[in-house]
């Protein structure tokens, strides 16, 4: 069974659902895929300097201002999203390395563009080649793929129903990954 990370930001909904249409659709197709829907805020909570300094998750401030119709000055936002973004990418890396590294992924799916330079790095390290698809959830995110200035290639297309092989060569997962106690 392969298994595919599809990862999302609760940040207006559209991000989880987009994530959740995909599941149940491979779902009803009865495709051989293991579907895992990882939120980023969960995985990269603990660097969330937003939630450290305020009580509230990144994910969430985005949220409070759609609810209270705060939506005019939400574009000069972007860019101090992106800075935090670039801010925290060491860490950001380093905690999805980690994740990966026990949770091997045969490919991870973002649906929040804005990460893609730190989920390429952090797959590079944990298992190269695992390939990185994203899927353009609004019109904002086909502006900004990478995370940065970096307008190196972080995605590819897919094609439904072609099954996903890993190079005979490819690492076995290890030990520490086989089993949990």
Known sequence: MYKIDLIFIDSGG????????????????????????LNIQDLLDSIDIIRKSTGIQFQELYNIMLRRNWTLGAAQLVPVMHMLIRLLH?????LLEQHWKCNRPDMVVSLIPHYNRAFKQALERAWPGTPLVTILTDIADSRHTSGSSDRTSTSSAVRIGRPIRRSPSASPRPACCRFRV
């Open 14 to 37: 559209g991000h989880r659902a987009a994530a959740a249409a995909l599941s149940e659709v491979i779902g009803r197709q009865q495709r051989p895929w293991d579907l895992r829907l």
């Open 90 to 94: 060491k860490e950001q890396v380093r």
